[in-house]
């Protein structure tokens, strides 16, 4: 239809040159084609770097920092200067660019939070979370539900509604929307610290967890006596046994 319209307005009688007016008209819609790319090359331009911006944004509001003890015993620094130690088989991660003292965690991590009293720091496990401003516990995870032991400060253990607040001695359990306070021990996170800290604690329940750390039964005929100490955790168990049975004047027996 443009062909035939160029040609009816171009047309003299005696003078219509069929080859020279194609190639005004090819010429015509070249430049027209130009103009068009021209004026619309700098929003096309825009619009990719629009769509580039919003995909590199994109990718990184999804970045995740993970941090993972495979077999060993792992420690690291937070970017907010928090410490945390994770046991073999643990996992750790967040997303520092949204918030970086609201972390997940699979399996067993000892936390040593710096405090904060604007920016809580919030650990999240299926089912449950833990809110802090700064202290030390650990939180441990498996497929039955989570537990926290607090040896410092205090801390908002939630799950569904239920919440219970811990403070450093005290420990829970949370599932099916339920927390729920349990005994503790009194060195719950002795994997991570490795020190055993003893304040007027009944030898039994001392042999008892020396028994579960080192893997060797122990026992006595004094349980209730009260024993004050602190050992490190790297010593053998030969020298802590001696240093009890020297403190308090007991025999400690070791079971095969």
């Known amino acids: 239809m443009d062909r035939l319209n160029f040609v009816l307005t171009h047309f003299k009688e005696g003078r219509f040159d069929a080859r020279r007016a194609y190639k005004r008209f090819r010429a015509e819609v070249s430049a027209r084609a130009g103009a068009w790319r021209f004026r619309w090359r700098p929003a096309v331009l825009s619009l990719s770097f629009a769509v580039l911006a919003a995909v590199l944004f994109f ?26 130690t994770l046991a073999p088989g643990s996992c750790l991660s967040l997303r520092a660019h949204r918030n970086p003292r609201t972390v997940s965690m699979t399996g067993k991590v000892f936390f040593d939070v710096l405090h904060d009293d604007e920016h809580p720091f919030t650990v999240i496990v299926p089912g449950a979370s833990v809110q802090v401003l700064g202290t030390k516990f650990q939180v441990y995870q498996d497929s039955t539900g989570s537990r926290v032991d607090v040896t410092e400060g205090r801390v908002r253990f939630s799950s569904g509604k239920a919440s219970e607040v811990l403070s450093a001695g005290k420990s829970a359990l949370a599932y099916a929307d339920t927390v ?34 080192f893997g060797e039964a122990l026992e006595t005929k004094s349980p209730g006596r009260l024993l004050t100490a602190q050992f490190d955790a790297d010593e053998s168990l030969d020298e802590i046994i001696g240093l009890i049975e020297s403190a308090l004047g007991v025999t400690i027996i070791r079971l095969k």
């Open 180 to 213: 729920v306070r349990v005994a503790a021990t009194p060195n719950p996170c002795v994997w991570a610290t490795r020190t055993f800290i003893y304040d007027a604690t009944p030898l039994g329940e001392v042999l008892k967890e020396l028994s579960a750390f």
């Open 59 to 84: 990718r990184w509001q999804g970045r995740v920092t993970e941090y993972k003890a495979i077999d060993v015993v792992q420690s690291f620094t937070l970017k907010d200067g928090s410490h945390v």
